[in-house]
């Protein structure tokens, strides 16, 4: 602090106020999980109206809405799917959801007038622009550095990219996902054996080996910044399954030889109604005995956690603040939504002060990060108003460059940290 900085007291609070706001809008974020591509992976990034309109979340809340058969959506080309969202969701109800009131949100901050619901006009205005272009503009106009991508090896329209030995382009930076290796082992051993690695259904020794290789070697090939997997609720640890000796005797060693944190997504039920596809997976609280079990078991592990329940919220806080190598971030999926968010970003501080990642977009369409920094950005300021005022209420004095380092922490600055 330099002596003539301005402190903030309780004699300043709209001055307080209005320097949280600025420094939350003006602070770059690190997007910590996405499902965004860079430009080289071609078809793989979704970027535009209709990728926006028939983005999945929006997919479940149309067959609320409609009365259409699911296979008629199905056989739709993604242009008529487009059509019968907006119909369904922005023309003949008001797009009250989250999800709806993003494309609104999209809409706005590109230039384009969404109460004209003109969606000819926007998809010309899409038209016109190229991949490259509308990357540059929409991490600008969301104000965020980098992304991090979700990266799967077992993807076959990803995997020739990586082959291929793209350039790298900074601003996506690449997460190792490795879902069939730990939720159906049975499932993917044959494609670890055709890919040259030596391995067998059985874990003997040998296979976990080669596993360990199989990992090792995508970490490196993608400079990956950590793995990462989603679990269901029921998700256990330890235990004797394929997936419990795999995390155990694969994916942590090759994690702690890589320096890189292991992600788990924790509470996602896949598929509980297949007939919505992409969109047809729910949510069920779980245990926390097994994220203490492994944090305690493997200190020289790190490991970053997010949970799908609401009610699993509070006593992951808890386990957070028992382990130094556990990093909570993100509000997940059915927790973006505002009320939840604001619920979990004030619990988060409250327990565990600024030494969390308040929020990811898992953004699957390009520009879905402009609306989901936007509105998580307004509820982070929100939050944080609140908690300085609470703080200078109490006798504390502030400055602005505190509060800047407070909020890049949270913006990034963690994550940067954690995986180092
Ligand atoms: O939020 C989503 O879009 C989900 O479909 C999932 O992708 C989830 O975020 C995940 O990473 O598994
Ligand atoms: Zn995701």
Redesign the pocket.
């Known amino acids: 602090m330099t002596a003539n900085e301005t402190l903030f007291d309780r004699d300043n609070a709209v001055g307080l106020r209005n320097t949280v706001q600025r420094i939350v809008q003006e602070t770059p974020v690190l997007d910590m999980?996405t499902?965004l591509y860079a430009p080289a992976f071609g078809e793989l990034l979704l970027w535009g109206i209709d990728e926006l309109l028939t983005y999945?979340y929006l997919v479940a809340e149309f067959f609320l809405a409609s009365d259409m058969p699911y296979d008629a959506f199905w056989a739709l080309d993604k242009k008529a799917q487009a059509d019968a969202i907006w119909k369904t969701l922005f023309v003949d109800h008001s797009p009250i959801s989250e999800a709806c009131r993003g494309v609104i949100t999209v809409l706005d901050r590109l230039g384009l007038d969404p109460g004209a619901r003109d969606l000819e006009g926007y998809r010309a205005w899409f038209a016109a622009q190229t991949p490259e272009a509308q990357v540059d503009r929409t991490f600008k106009t969301a104000n965020i550095s980098a992304a991090v991508m979700?990266n799967d090896p077992f993807d076959t329209l990803e995997r020739p990219v990586w082959e291929a030995a793209l350039k790298g382009d900074p601003r996506f930076l690449a997460a190792l996902r490795i879902d069939p290796l730990l939720n159906d082992w049975a499932g993917s051993w044959e494609r670890l054996k055709g890919w040259g690695y030596d391995v067998e259904a059985a874990l003997n020794d040998k296979t976990l080996a080669e596993v360990q290789r199989f990992l090792s070697d995508w970490l490196t090939k993608m400079d990956a910044r950590y793995m990462a997997v989603?679990l269901p609720p029921d998700f256990a640890f330890p235990e004797d399954s394929p997936r419990a000796k795999i995390l155990a005797e694969a994916v942590l060693p090759a994690a702690r030889a890589h320096g890189v944190p292991f992600a788990m997504?924790i509470g996602?039920t896949r598929q509980v109604n297949p007939a919505l596809r992409?969109a047809g997976?729910g949510v069920g609280t779980s245990s926390l005995a097994p994220v203490e079990h492994l944090c305690a078991a493997f200190p020289e592990n790190k490991f970053m956690v997010t949970m799908l329940a609401r009610e699993n919220q509070h006593a992951l806080c808890v386990a957070a603040r028992k382990f130094r190598n556990l990093l909570l971030f993100g509000c997940?999926?059915f927790l973006n939504n505002p009320s939840l968010i604001e619920e979990m970003t004030r619990m988060r501080l409250e327990l565990l002060g600024p030494s969390v990642v308040p929020q990811h977009s898992?953004a699957?369409v390009l520009e879905q990060v402009i609306y989901k920094w936007a509105h998580s950005r307004e509820i982070i300021t929100r939050v944080l108003r609140h908690k300085y005022a609470d703080l200078v209420e109490a006798g504390w004095r502030i400055s602005e460059a505190e509060i800047q380092r407070d909020v890049k922490q949270l913006l990034g600055g963690n994550f940067e940290k954690f995986v180092g």
């Open positions: 999980h499902h999945h979700t989603s997504m996602v992409l997976d997940w999926w898992d699957r």
